[in-house]
């Protein structure tokens, strides 16, 4: 098929009894100048070159034998394929790390061979072989998702210094995986879903939410921004009976009322203006499934209370319709940031509505409340933003330990959200392998000054003795909130970091409405 193939046999062997001699020869030989820095195999333990899976797609014999001949000997596990429809059935089958693959291939092109691949393994790394190199073909190879590009004829040296290079980056995406698979392991709360955290408060919210997957009960989700209650949806939902059908989340703060009630509840055409043709709402596509719906007490009141009536009996009604459109069956699971019972009070919030969504609710702790989560999750996004902005080839950074307990210091008045930004910033600005430190964690002065001057939420208002007392109470019980937190429960940690002793710290608990546990001795 091309005119190079005939060339080809004076750089690979033609069958297996001479692969020998052709490693002692391709050892031997130097790389041409131009060609880049060596990354042999010696990189990769030769125990776990078995573990790399290889395929081989050439119609031409030779060629495609004495590759694999040469990988084989390398110690890795290599397939042969001929044809370009066999291959793409062979990767459905089977799941290859590596594929090299020839560029003109019949009758399926090496192009779709390669999309296939991917398709399959988007994980996979494809080298593509041509004998016909050219500008035009290379870029094609290239934005169709080719790791690298290797002009034939090439030598033995020259597929080493290749093969080298992907086995490396297929080890290095191996280990970066492995980390994060560990952490998920030790710390996630789903094989399905990963909720990070092992402090008592985040822990008891991730149990009770396992708990109500299984029935049909409606969840309502407490908690400041950014402490995940979207997240928690998905948890419920996925844990449920309803997992294969569809969640459908919708945020009610996003849009304004009439817009709201049609997304929701569909119309009917001719509606209102603009409405020239008939929609069905997101309660109709959830039909089977659950319906998330977010920052619930930002709908407004009539909305709220046509949204009952399909709490309560499932019958939806479109904007415009005179008539029953759907009857629905839907698991609701609703989020806000504020306190239910004070939007009841303040008229943001239908009392009936809220009985029929807060069967049971669940209350997200803020991430002040679970310090001892911020190693875990920092750890996590720092792997996770990596991946996403960064070659696999470049080494993870990692935190010091000053870094560490300067992040666990921080107030994070955005919870988990805030702290994924700050991550994800480090990691935008970080070195491959570099340490972060403490120094490196951006700071925000307008965040600071509202810290230091409102951090405990006193009456600016109010008398100078009068906000003294509030700020010390406050302080109190902030301080020993976060210092029971910091110590997992444990009292007598507890005195020592507060370098109190152990009647004062419950002097203080006390004081604050927190319980004493019987089990505890008084004595210091």
Known sequence: MHSSRSSFSSYLPAAPDTVSRLTDSAVSLRPPAGSPPLADTALVPAAERSSIRVLVVDDDRTLREGCASVLQVEGYAVTCSGRGDEAIEMMQRSRFDVVMLDLYMTPVPGIEILKAALQANPEALVIMMTGNPSVASNIEALRAGAWDYLPKPFSGSHLHLMFGRAAHAVMLKREQLGASEQLVETHGNSSRMTLLGTSRAFRTAVELARKVA??????????ESGTGKEMFAQFIHRQSR?????????NCAALPEHLLESEMFGHRKGAFTGADREKMGLLEAADGGTLFLDEITEMALPLQAKLLRVV?????????????DAQVDVRFISATNRDPRQAIQSRNLREDLYYRLNVVTITLPPLRERVEDI?????????QFWRRHHPAVEAMPRFAAGAIESLQSRAWRG???????????????AAPGAVISAEDIPTH???????????????AHAAYHVAKDQLLANFEKEYVTRLVSRASGNMSRAARLASVDRTTLYRLLERHGFRRDPSESVAS
């Open 214 to 223: 299984a029935t049909n009960a409606s969840v309502m989700l407490v908690g």
């Open 242 to 250: 309803r997992a294969s059908q569809i969640l459908v989340p919708l």
């Open 312 to 324: 309560q009996d499932g019958v939806v009604r479109r904007v415009g319709s005179e008539q029953q």
């Open 375 to 383: 190693p875990t999750l920092a750890t996590h996004f720092l792997a």
């Open 415 to 429: 919870n988990v959200r805030e702290l994924q930004n700050v991550i994800e910033h480090l990691v935008v600005l």
């Open 445 to 459: 002065a307008e965040h600071d000054v509202t810290e230091s001057s409102g951090t405990f939420g006193f009456p």
